[in-house]
């Protein structure tokens, strides 16, 4: 991509985007404690679990994109 080019910038707020989506894996996580903060532990518990789980998938999807971005790019 050209320096200068608006796409750039696109591709600079889709990453940005993608790391403010992180948050609402909160949800997930919070669900299933009723809402409330899960308790603070020296260790993991399931979920934290679930957590990890929403932020991988939200990573491997972008991360699926930007692949294909690239994969588009090389063949023309």
């Keep these: 991509m050209p320096v200068g080019s608006k796409f750039r910038q696109l591709l600079d707020e ?3 985007t993608q790391t403010a989506a992180e948050k ?4 997930d996580k919070e669900a299933g404690t009723n809402w409330e903060p899960s ?3 020296d260790s ?3 979920w ?3 957590y990890a789980g ?5 990573r491997k999807t972008q991360n699926t994109r930007l692949h294909n ?3 588009l790019h090389n063949d023309n």
Excluded: E
């Design 54 to 58: 929403c932020i991988y998938k939200t």
């Design 69 to 71: 971005l690239l994969k």
């Design 39 to 41: 308790p603070s532990t």
């Design 14 to 16: 889709y990453m940005t």
């Design 44 to 46: 993991y518990n399931m």
């Design 24 to 27: 609402f894996c909160l949800l």
């Design 48 to 50: 934290d679990g679930i």
